[in-house]
């Protein structure tokens, strides 16, 4: 059977993101807001905010660091993971984040330097970034005038 690990959000930086190293490895955490908005059973207009926390390795954390801000959106994609710790007390704590695999700046430009449109990619679970540094979107292949031999690739 097969399984699938997989989420997508679409939402504003609750805070800019804070980097530590772990290890050798750069690592970047910060909060997404996530603001549904629906009609109540009195047939108001209701708002519902989820905040998900999102961390990102190496490259990509790096990325997150000199270009995300707080209220920036931001599409991020990742897979859910759940990491057990210890509070002071030693009791044992759970927390369930999304691990990046990429993220998207939506918006354009703004005054802070921070850009948008740009998609980074990781190339595997950890967050090694897979294209060096480039960004990994692609304009559209070029299509064929109409009319200029279009019908040579026809099968009758």
Do not use: H
């Not at 908005?37 to 905010?49: A, L, P």
């Not at 007390?89 to 850009?115: C, P």
């Amino acid at each position: 059977m097969a399984a699938l690990n997989k989420v997508m959000i679409i939402g504003n930086l609750g805070r800019d993101p804070e980097v530590r190293q772990a290890g050798d490895s750069p690592v970047a955490d910060f909060s997404v807001a996530v603001t549904e908005k629906f009609r109540g059973r009195d047939g108001q207009q209701q708002e519902r905010t989820e905040w998900v926390n999102v961390v990102c390795w190496r490259r990509l954390a790096e990325i997150a660091r000199d270009y995300l801000r707080k209220g920036s959106p931001v599409y991020v994609e990742g897979k859910l993971q759940t990491r057990k710790w210890q509070d002071r007390d030693g009791k044992d704590r759970y927390t369930t984040e999304v691990v990046a695999d990429n993220f998207q700046m939506l918006g354009g430009r703004r005054d802070d330097s921070s850009q948008g449109g740009y998609e980074r990619r990781n190339s595997d679970d950890r967050g090694g970034y897979g294209n060096g540094g480039r960004s990994s979107y692609s304009a559209p292949a070029p299509q064929p005038p109409m009319g200029a031999g279009a019908d040579d690739d026809l099968p009758f």
